[in-house]
């Protein structure tokens, strides 16, 4: 689920540095463009280097304030740069939710915001990001905003539901393990 997710924030801010909500017409070639500005970035700041295909290590170094901080460098526009801080600042609460063992009990106040947050990250996808998410929106991020709270009332977990085997079975199983 992270790393579904990460790669879906890689491609946002692939799109607000082409700027795609003035321009959605845009080329493969600008796209190719963007894509190697970013790395670029990235490699300087945050010392992330380009890789193939996302992977966890990659995913987590990228989900950060510090990251999107980055970022927001190569974005001209200030209320586009405010967006994406908020997207970012509103999934890293939601994050400690979905990856505890046991939510209730190692981030309460966070469990209990969680809906108010899912509900002001989709606003915002829906209304600052509808270029990309107008009427759909990807599985990864349907998971994380609908799913989640009633996954943990279960005694399941996020990973259940995003086929990461390993990660739904020691969650689903911690009560065998006492």
């Given at each position: 689920?992270?790393?579904?997710?990460?790669a879906e924030f890689y491609r946002i801010f692939q799109?607000?540095?082409?700027e795609v909500y003035k321009n959605p017409n845009a080329t493969k070639e600008d796209r190719k463009k963007w894509h190697s500005i970013l790395d670029k970035h990235l490699?300087?700041?945050?010392?992330l280097k380009p890789i193939m295909r996302m992977n966890g290590n990659f995913a987590r170094k990228l989900m950060t304030k510090e990251t999107v901080?980055?970022?927001?460098?190569?974005?001209?526009?200030?209320e586009r740069q405010e967006a994406l801080k908020e997207l970012m600042d509103l999934y890293l609460k939601m994050k400690p939710v979905w990856r505890s063992s046991c939510p209730a009990?190692?981030?309460p106040e966070l469990l209990c915001q969680y809906s108010y947050h899912s509900q002001r990250f989709a606003e915002l996808l829906s209304t600052k990001f509808k270029y990309r998410y107008e009427g759909t929106i990807t599985n990864y991020f349907h998971k994380?905003?609908?799913?989640?709270?009633?996954?943990i009332e279960r005694d399941g977990s996020i990973g259940a539901w995003a086929s990461e085997g390993n990660e739904s079975g020691n969650k689903l199983f911690r009560r065998f393990r006492k």
């Open positions: 689920c992270d790393i579904g997710n990460a799109l607000e540095i082409g490699r300087k700041k945050m010392n901080d980055a970022v927001c460098e190569l974005v001209r526009c200030e009990k190692e981030c994380t905003l609908a799913h989640v709270p009633e996954i």
